[in-house]
C-alpha cells in the first residue's frame, strides 16, 4: 500500500477559523434574536471598484473574440503587469527591479507556502509570534518543522512578539537559515520602522539567512518611516524574497492575484559550496508546478494602478482605516490596552485581567454577540491577546463598540 506523507498528521486537525464558526453557530442557536457582529473576519467585504470591473469586462470581451483570445500565458506573468507593478510599487521607493526578478501568482498565500520548495528540508527556521499559520504549517508539510509539542514546534525558533518588546520580536542569538517576516503584521497589526528592520537585514546578511518578507498589508501603512517594501533597507536584496498580494489591497481575495519578488542576487549554497540563485530555481519550479494566473486577474490587477483604479482603491483602503481608527479610539477608551490598527486593518487587544484568549472570546461572544478571534490560534505568544479586523461595515464596527462599552460599564 501506498504510505502517507506522515508530516502531514503532525499538524493539528482543529482549523482555528473552523473553531470559531462552530462556537458562533452554537451561540446563535440558542441566542435567535441577537444580531451577530463578527469583527473576527479576516476576509475584504467591500466590493471590487469600478477601475477593476471595466479592466475585467474588457479582458472578458478579448477572451471572447479570435484574434484577442490568450490561452496560456507566461510563467512568470505578462509583461504589462510586471511592468505596472515595477513602475508603481518600486520605482517611486527608489527600488530597481528587473522585471524578470517578480513572479506573478494567484495570491501570497501560494507562494509564502511553496517557496520552501526550493530550499533544503533541514534549514533551520524563525518565525515571530504569533504568526500567520500558513509559514509554520507549510514547513510542518515536509517535516521541517520538526514535531509538535504543546503547540510549538521542535524546529522552529519562535521569535515573541508582544507589548513587553514592543512588538518588536527579538532577533535570535544563534543561527536560523530561513526567516518569515510579516509586516505590517497580520494578526498584531503592528509595524517595525526602517531601523528596526535593518537589523534583520543585517542579521541575515551576516548568517547567510534568507528572509521571507510578507507585505500583503503594505498599501495600508499610513505613517511615513515605516517601510513598504523590505528593499527599502540596504543590501536587503541579496537576502530578501517579498510577497505581495492584490487581496486587501483591492479586495482580491475571490479574484485571486498577487506576485513575489525573488532578486537575481538571493542566492543559496549547495552542501558544496556553491551559491546557486534562487531566482531561477524559482523559476523552474513554477515552470513545473503552476500555469499562471488568469488574464482576466492580471489585466484586473493591471487596473489598480491607473490613476482611477489608485484613487478608488484608496478609498476603499481608507474606509478600512476610519474603521480601525474608530474602534482603536473607543476601546482605547474603555480602557482596554490596543495595540496596532494605525498602519493596518488589525488590531490587538490585550485581555482584561490576563484572561485566556479563548475565555475572552467566549465572554464577548455571550456577553455582547461580538465575535473576535482569540490570539492563541496564531501562536503561543498570542496567548492573552485577541484580533479584531476593521474589513466590516462601519455601522457593525460602531454598534460593537456601543455594545462592549456598555458591557464593560
Ligand atoms: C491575507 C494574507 C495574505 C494574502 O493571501 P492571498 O493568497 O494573496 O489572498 C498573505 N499573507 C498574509 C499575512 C495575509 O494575512
Same mark, same amino acid.
Given at each position: 500500500?501506498?504510505?502517507?506523507?506522515?508530516?502531514?498528521?503532525?499538524?493539528?486537525?482543529?482549523?482555528?477559523?473552523?473553531?470559531?464558526?462552530?462556537?458562533?453557530?452554537?451561540?446563535?442557536?440558542?441566542?435567535?434574536?441577537?444580531?451577530?457582529?463578527?469583527?473576527?473576519?479576516?476576509?475584504?467585504?467591500?466590493?471590487?471598484?469600478?477601475?477593476?470591473?471595466?479592466?475585467?469586462?474588457?479582458?472578458?470581451?478579448?477572451?471572447?473574440?479570435?484574434?484577442?483570445?490568450?490561452?496560456?500565458?507566461?510563467?512568470?506573468? !505578462? #509583461?504589462?503587469?510586471? %511592468? =505596472?507593478? *515595477?513602475?508603481? &510599487?518600486?520605482? @517611486?521607493?527608489? $527600488?530597481?527591479?528587473?522585471?524578470?526578478?517578480?513572479?506573478?501568482?494567484?495570491?501570497?498565500?501560494?507562494?509564502?507556502?511553496?517557496?520552501?520548495?526550493?530550499?533544503?528540508?533541514?534549514?533551520?527556521?524563525?518565525?515571530?509570534?504569533?504568526?500567520?499559520?500558513?509559514?509554520?504549517?507549510?514547513?510542518?508539510?515536509?517535516?521541517?518543522?520538526?514535531?509538535?509539542?504543546?503547540?510549538?514546534?521542535?524546529?522552529?525558533?519562535?521569535?515573541?512578539?508582544?507589548?513587553?518588546?514592543?512588538?518588536?520580536?527579538?532577533?535570535?542569538?544563534?543561527?536560523?537559515?530561513?526567516?518569515?517576516?510579516?509586516?505590517?503584521?497580520?494578526?498584531?497589526?503592528?509595524?517595525?520602522?526602517?531601523?528596526?528592520?535593518?537589523?534583520?537585514?543585517?542579521?541575515?546578511?551576516?548568517?547567510?539567512?534568507?528572509?521571507? !518578507? #510578507?507585505?500583503?498589508? %503594505? =498599501?495600508? *501603512?499610513?505613517? &511615513?518611516?515605516? @517601510?513598504?517594501? $523590505?528593499?527599502?533597507?540596504?543590501?536587503?536584496?541579496?537576502?530578501?524574497?517579498?510577497?505581495?498580494?492584490?487581496?486587501?489591497?483591492?479586495?482580491?481575495?475571490?479574484?485571486?492575484?498577487?506576485?513575489?519578488?525573488?532578486?537575481?542576487?538571493?542566492?543559496?549554497?549547495?552542501?558544496?559550496?556553491?551559491?546557486?540563485?534562487?531566482?531561477?530555481?524559482?523559476?523552474?519550479?513554477?515552470?513545473?508546478?503552476?500555469?499562471?494566473?488568469?488574464?482576466?486577474?492580471?489585466?484586473?490587477?493591471?487596473?489598480?494602478?491607473?490613476?482611477?483604479?489608485?484613487?478608488?482603491?484608496?478609498?476603499?483602503?481608507?474606509?478600512?482605516?476610519?474603521?480601525?481608527?474608530?474602534?482603536?479610539?473607543?476601546?482605547?477608551?474603555?480602557?482596554?490596552?490596543?495595540?496596532?490598527?494605525?498602519?493596518?486593518?488589525?488590531?490587538?487587544?490585550?485581555?482584561?485581567?490576563?484572561?485566556?484568549?479563548?475565555?475572552?472570546?467566549?465572554?464577548?461572544?455571550?456577553?455582547?454577540?461580538?465575535?473576535?478571534?482569540?490570539?492563541?490560534?496564531?501562536?503561543?505568544?498570542?496567548?492573552?491577546?485577541?484580533?479584531?479586523?476593521?474589513?466590516?461595515?462601519?455601522?457593525?464596527?460602531?454598534?460593537?463598540?456601543?455594545?462592549?462599552?456598555?458591557?464593560?460599564?
Amino acid at each position: 500500500m501506498a504510505l502517507v506523507n506522515e508530516y502531514f498528521l503532525r499538524l493539528s486537525s482543529n482549523y482555528l477559523f473552523a473553531d470559531i464558526a462552530k462556537k458562533v453557530n452554537a451561540y446563535k442557536v440558542s441566542h435567535p434574536k441577537v444580531k451577530v457582529i463578527s469583527l473576527g473576519i479576516g476576509d475584504v467585504t467591500r466590493p471590487l471598484v469600478p477601475a477593476v470591473t471595466e479592466a475585467m469586462h474588457k479582458a472578458v470581451e478579448e477572451m471572447a473574440c479570435k484574434d484577442t483570445f490568450r490561452g496560456y500565458g507566461p510563467e512568470r506573468g !505578462y #509583461d504589462f503587469l510586471r %511592468e =505596472a507593478i *515595477i513602475k508603481n &510599487d518600486f520605482l @517611486p521607493r527608489g $527600488i530597481k527591479l528587473d522585471a524578470s526578478e517578480i513572479f506573478v501568482n494567484d495570491g501570497a498565500k501560494s507562494d509564502t507556502g511553496n517557496i520552501g520548495d526550493i530550499v533544503r528540508w533541514d534549514n533551520s527556521v524563525g518565525i515571530t509570534d504569533p504568526v500567520y499559520p500558513v509559514y509554520v504549517d507549510s514547513n510542518a508539510m515536509i517535516g521541517r518543522a520538526g514535531t509538535c509539542t504543546d503547540g510549538k514546534w521542535s524546529n522552529i525558533t519562535y521569535m515573541p512578539a508582544n507589548a513587553e518588546n514592543g512588538f518588536c520580536p527579538k532577533i535570535p542569538d544563534h543561527r536560523v537559515d530561513m526567516i518569515y517576516l510579516c509586516y505590517p503584521n497580520n494578526p498584531t497589526g503592528t509595524v517595525l520602522t526602517k531601523e528596526q528592520l535593518k537589523r534583520w537585514v543585517d542579521y541575515a546578511l551576516k548568517n547567510d539567512a534568507i528572509i521571507f !518578507y #510578507d507585505a500583503a498589508y %503594505e =498599501a495600508f *501603512i499610513r505613517e &511615513d518611516d515605516i @517601510p513598504h517594501s $523590505i528593499y527599502e533597507i540596504r543590501g536587503a536584496k541579496k537576502c530578501a524574497i517579498e510577497f505581495h498580494s492584490y487581496s486587501k489591497t483591492a479586495g482580491f481575495t475571490g479574484i485571486r492575484c498577487g506576485y513575489t519578488v525573488i532578486p537575481k542576487d538571493v542566492k543559496a549554497m549547495t552542501l558544496d559550496g556553491n551559491k546557486v540563485e534562487l531566482n531561477h530555481l524559482w523559476e523552474r519550479r513554477q515552470c513545473t508546478k503552476f500555469n499562471g494566473t488568469s488574464y482576466i486577474s492580471q489585466r484586473a490587477a493591471e487596473a489598480t494602478y491607473t490613476p482611477e483604479g489608485k484613487a478608488q482603491t484608496k478609498a476603499v483602503i481608507d474606509y478600512y482605516m476610519e474603521n480601525a481608527r474608530l474602534m482603536h479610539d473607543a476601546l482605547t477608551e474603555m480602557g482596554f490596552e490596543v495595540y496596532g490598527g494605525k498602519n493596518a486593518p488589525y488590531l490587538w487587544v490585550r485581555t482584561p485581567h490576563g484572561a485566556p484568549s479563548w475565555k475572552f472570546f467566549e465572554e464577548m461572544l455571550y456577553g455582547v454577540g461580538v465575535v473576535c478571534t482569540p490570539g492563541v490560534g496564531f501562536g503561543p505568544a498570542g496567548e492573552g491577546y485577541v484580533r479584531l479586523t476593521a474589513f466590516g461595515e462601519r455601522e457593525d464596527c460602531q454598534e460593537a463598540m456601543r455594545r462592549i462599552k456598555e458591557w464593560k460599564v
